[in-house]
């Protein structure tokens, strides 16, 4: 399954298949974005994080992309499974930059 | 052996009353926020600090008033709750000599003004 855009879309996707998520950042002076997870009743937490020099990043099930010259940032999780059900948000910062700015979000649910 | 973690959970209040959001840091972080995340899940940066310096505050009315006590700590002391306050409130840390470094969130205070 695959979701676009910065509102706040759903994404459904069956157990076992592949998902990805989409973002589009707003800001060409950021060089550096986190991929966070949100389960309900919880804090975002960490996923993986890309720098600006590189456009691919690979964690555990987990595949960041990023395409600077559309501004462009997508999440793949491999073999998604129904703990994988969660709101994903993207965050994008600037160098000597504290602050972080959130995309909208994207619900994914996982259907057994 | 919680990283970030915040007090209480849960708040429920009247408007008009004075509330405060305790938050702890147990990751040996030098900076920590605190973030609104509104019924739409839209998360918003309010402050940030830097061994206990304000470094971050984005227009928050002034009823807000955050203190850090030393680096572990970061506290939001909210003034004159209004109904508009009602969201939940993350705290989160980060190594700050390296701008780029995730953030480590707490798991949220839910305040509710009625």
């Keep these: 399954g695959e979701s676009v855009g910065l509102h706040l879309p759903t994404l459904s996707v069956q ?15 950021s060089d550096y974005f986190i991929w966070y997870k949100q389960e309900s ?37 491999a073999a998604t499974q129904p703990g994988d059900s969660a709101v994903y948000f993207c965050a994008e910062n600037m160098a000597n930059d504290y602050k972080l700015s959130f995309g909208a979000g994207t619900t994914v649910t996982v259907r057994a | 052996d919680t990283a970030v973690s915040q007090t209480p959970k849960y708040l429920v209040t009247q408007m008009g009353n004075d509330k405060s959001i305790k938050c702890e840091q147990n990751l040996g972080h030098d900076t920590m926020y605190w973030y609104k995340q509104d019924s739409k899940k839209f998360l918003k940066i309010m402050f940030s600090y830097n061994n206990k310096e304000l470094i971050i505050n984005e227009t928050v009315p002034n009823r807000f008033s955050p203190k850090s006590p030393d680096k572990a700590h970061l506290n939001l002391h909210i003034n004159s709750l209004e109904l508009g306050d009602s969201a939940v409130y993350f705290c989160a840390s980060s190594n700050g000599h390296d701008s780029n470094q995730p953030q480590h969130f707490g798991d949220g205070t839910r305040l509710s003004i009625l």
């Excluded at chain 1, 993986?48 to 600077?68: A, C, E, P, Y």
């Design chain 1, 41 to 77: 009743g919880k804090g975002p937490q960490f996923i993986i994080d890309i720098r600006s020099n590189m456009d691919k990043r690979q964690g555990q099930r987990v595949t960041v992309l990023l395409n600077k010259t559309v501004k462009h940032l997508s999440l793949q999780i």
């Design chain 1, 15 to 29: 157990e076992g298949d592949n998902s990805i998520i989409n973002c589009a950042y707003s800001n060409s002076a």
